[in-house]
């Protein structure tokens, strides 16, 4: 496998690139530190000359210079840089926790229903089938808030803390029927297979057997699923924050660049530019490793 996915090049260099994101989000303070600004300073309001009358950045393309890299906020004039350093960081960690309670649960209950089969199966098809019939966006924007107002009372911001925390758990809850229902049906498969039986004439535990004898051979579905999710999950915790129930102000995330910058990309497009810019190579790149890896897993297939 390792062979026939080093001999793809677009998977390699989507490696890379991919890894680049997770470099990033993992050094954002010390990437901050070396270059020497932080994303929630307000450099337009501190010193004169880097904004307009009107909340513009005075140089142009966004006021991008040897100073700002990536040009400053639009009427806060904080640096463009770090805060795409920082809510990359803030998007990685929640699509990425979700992301992993997605595939445990998705493992757990598929294996289950698939091995064991019978009204258990039944059941748990059936409370799959229930949650998959929940529409995705709309079941996101409404439990979220409703999430919200079991921990905090009416008329108090919300922290931080408590809003990555419920962005996780609704992510989470409503993401993981699709991995469920896939390796139920490989389980379903590979259970009448030859190698299963001979190990339940051993006297094999059901424990050993799907440690044993069924995992090593769903580690390709987990494995490229895995890869397909995770962007997937950056995607709709960005499109939460754009609208208002994910992450606010003044924590740096993805989304709410794009929301921020929806209201100046008419008059100046550098702020939205460089998120959206970084949010496609991101997906796309996602996108062609999960590729390369089903093919890399796959010896049937051929590019």
Not at 51 to 79: C, K, M, Q
Not at 266 to 279: H, N, R, V, W
Request: aromatic content about 12%; glycine content about 10%; overall charge positive.
């Amino acid at each position: 496998m390792w062979r026939r996915f080093k001999r793809d090049r677009s998977g390699v260099v989507s490696a890379y690139i991919v890894a680049f994101f997770f470099l990033v989000a993992v050094t954002a303070p010390l990437l901050s530190k070396v270059y020497g600004k932080n994303p929630t300073e307000t450099y337009g309001l501190d010193e004169t000359g880097l904004l307009n009358e009107f909340g513009y950045p005075v140089a142009p393309n966004g006021g991008i210079s040897g100073r700002f890299w990536f040009g400053v906020e639009p009427t806060l004039g904080r640096d463009v840089l770090t805060q795409l350093v920082y809510g990359i960081r803030t998007s990685l960690l929640i699509a990425t926790a979700a992301t992993v309670l997605c595939v445990l649960t998705g493992v757990l209950v598929g294996v289950t229903a698939g091995y064991i089969g019978g009204r258990t199966d039944y059941l748990l098809g059936r409370f799959i089938d229930l949650l998959l019939a929940f529409p995705s966006q709309l079941s996101f924007i409404a439990f979220t808030p409703v999430v919200y107002s079991l921990f905090v009372s009416p008329g108090k911001e919300t922290p931080t803390s408590l809003r990555v925390l419920t962005l996780i758990l609704v992510l989470w809850v409503l993401g993981w029927m699709g991995m469920a229902r896939l390796l139920r049906g490989q389980v379903l498969s590979l259970r009448e297979r030859e190698f299963v039986e001979a190990a339940k004439v051993t006297g094999a535990s059901p424990w050993r057997i799907i440690r044993k004898e069924l995992l090593p051979n769903l580690w390709t579905p987990i494995l490229v699923q895995s890869t397909l999710m995770l962007p997937s999950v950056v995607t709709i915790e960005a499109g939460l924050s754009f609208i208002g129930v994910g992450i606010l102000e003044p924590t740096p995330d993805w989304g709410r660049m794009f929301a921020n910058g929806a209201h100046y990309y008419e008059s100046d497009i550098t702020y939205i530019f460089f998120p959206g810019l970084a949010m496609i190579i991101f997906v796309v790149a996602f996108n062609l490793l999960g590729d390369s890896v089903r093919d890399a897993f796959d010896p049937r297939t051929t590019r």
